[in-house]
């Protein structure tokens, strides 16, 4: 059980982990919490999908695929970044220790679609236009993960929403941040993608949104959550979110240009 906090505000919760056991198995929040926000998701894809010319079943095939391939590689990602957090060869291939990575699934998930639409012969940019606003509602909801597992805060603050763990002096909530800052680029998604000049660029500017708001929250992590690439001072998301930023701002200008 833990007792988090938000003392400026005077809100105080106890709140177990576990949401249910099944035998000696305890089911986790975190787990129903990631399973909500993927489902609600690919609802929301499913019913705007065919007006933009794309099917029901191409998206269910390509979310399912990308579901397996996402996890995949957001594992490898993180393996790859904290080899010596692991003992055994064995201990890697524990997804429920912890240790996933977004820009891993994301990766892993937009590998999974690129061959999906190739063997299917079917837009990979429509396709990856109409997923976007999906992928930011189950980052949305999947947030809240996090808390109530009481993980991946940040550092101390004396801010308005500053969060106790247990008693603890009070740190920035990062879940909370996240979320509404995807909140923000969900409704910023939603009026671009009826102006938008060409395909591809909805997607992109997913890219653009989520990796501006990482490369903030990133730097306000507490370091024991922070994959470095530079010890002590830059992560290896950070690197990664500044990449993308110019990659997908530059695609976001090449795209109505490149017939």
């Not at 249910?20 to 198995?25: A, N, V």
């Not at 790859?80 to 996933?100: S, V």
């Not at 940019?125 to 947030?143: E, H, W, Y």
């Not at 950070?238 to 976001?252: C, D, E, K, N, R």
Request: aromatic content about 12%; glycine content about 10%.
């Amino acid at each position: 059980m833990n007792k988090i906090a938000f003392p400026s505000i005077g809100i105080t919760l106890n709140i177990d982990p576990i949401a249910f056991s099944i035998g000696s198995k305890g089911i986790y929040w975190y787990a129903l919490i990631i399973l909500s926000g993927f489902l609600l998701g690919l609802l929301f894809v499913c019913s705007t999908c065919e007006k933009r010319g794309v099917s029901k079943d191409n998206v269910w095939d390509v979310a399912l695929i990308g579901l397996v391939a996402g996890i995949i590689g957001a594992r490898i990602y993180y393996v790859l970044f904290a080899l010596d957090e692991f003992d055994t060869f064995a201990d890697m291939f524990k997804i429920w220790n912890g240790g996933l990575a977004i820009y891993g699934g994301i990766i892993g998930a937009f590998i999974s679609t690129v061959i999906y639409c190739r063997v299917k012969k079917i837009s990979l940019l429509k396709m990856i236009d109409v997923c976007a606003p999906g992928l930011l509602i189950g980052q949305i909801i999947g947030r809240f993960g996090n808390f109530t597992n009481a993980e991946v805060y940040g550092r101390a603050t004396t801010g308005l929403f500053g969060m106790s763990i247990n008693g603890a002096p009070p740190v920035h909530p990062l879940f909370l941040y996240e979320a509404a800052w995807n909140a923000l680029g969900l409704i910023v998604l939603l009026i671009f993608r009826k102006k938008k000049r060409a395909d591809g660029q909805v997607f992109c500017l997913y890219l653009l949104w989520y990796s501006l708001g990482r490369l903030v929250l990133e730097g306000m992590r507490d370091t024991s959550y922070i994959l470095y690439a530079i010890p002590g001072i830059i992560g290896i998301s950070q690197l990664a979110s500044a990449a993308l930023i110019l990659i997908s701002a530059a695609l976001l200008i090449y795209l109505p240009k490149r017939k």
